[in-house]
């Protein structure tokens, strides 16, 4: 975030309650909270659960509601197990998400440990999005000396230079 901020973009995270076990209605709440409105000005980031919870709140949104981008980080457009739950309840609506969402970016690892590769490619699939493969970054995380994803850095500056 940092880098975005030198670059005058904005960037908030989050803090979601309870990472260790996500509560959605209180992820969402939080979520919503720190987004405010949407805007053809708004580029969301997700990583991992983070990026269900961005289809989510897309999902609910009006179909007058734009933003500019998504850019969705060893993301999955399903977790079986997890119905009935308040993400998939009513079912995500990736036609809506297409049309909110003027760029859509999926990015995965080939040697993630928790997202299989392939469960991003199928979400790429379902929104329409570019898929992009950053190597050798596991799961995107600290624990894999994962610090600094220039991949995602450059996705959402292609979120804000899109016409």
């Known amino acids: 975030m940092g880098e975005l901020d030198q670059q005058g973009i904005k960037a908030t995270a989050p803090q979601f309650p309870n990472p260790k076990t996500p509560e959605i209605?209180?992820?969402?709440?939080?979520?919503?909270?720190?987004?405010?409105?949407?805007g053809d000005e708004l580029v969301l980031v997700g990583h991992s659960l983070g990026c269900l919870i961005?289809?989510?709140?897309?999902?609910?949104?009006?179909m007058s509601a734009r933003v500019?981008?998504?850019?969705?980080?060893?993301?999955?457009?399903?977790?079986?197990?997890?119905?009935?739950n308040e993400l998939f309840t009513p079912p995500l609506d990736?036609?809506?998400?297409?049309?909110?969402?003027?760029k859509r970016v999926c990015i995965y690892s080939g040697d993630d440990d928790r997202v299989e590769p392939e469960r991003t490619k199928e979400l790429a699939k379902l929104i329409d999005a570019e898929l992009?493969?950053?190597?050798?970054?596991?799961?995107?995380?600290?624990q894999h000396g994962c610090l600094e994803l220039p991949?995602?850095?450059?996705a959402v500056h292609s979120c804000y230079t899109l016409n």
């Open 54 to 62: 961005v289809l989510r709140y897309l999902s609910d949104l009006g």
């Open 94 to 102: 990736f036609n809506k998400i297409r049309q909110i969402a003027a």
């Open 68 to 84: 500019a981008g998504i850019v969705l980080v060893a993301g999955m457009a399903d977790i079986p197990q997890w119905h009935p």
């Open 25 to 38: 209605p209180a992820w969402m709440q939080t979520f919503r909270e720190a987004i405010g409105e949407a």
């Open 151 to 154: 991949s995602v850095l450059k």
């Open 132 to 142: 992009v493969e950053d190597p050798d970054k596991g799961h995107f995380a600290g």
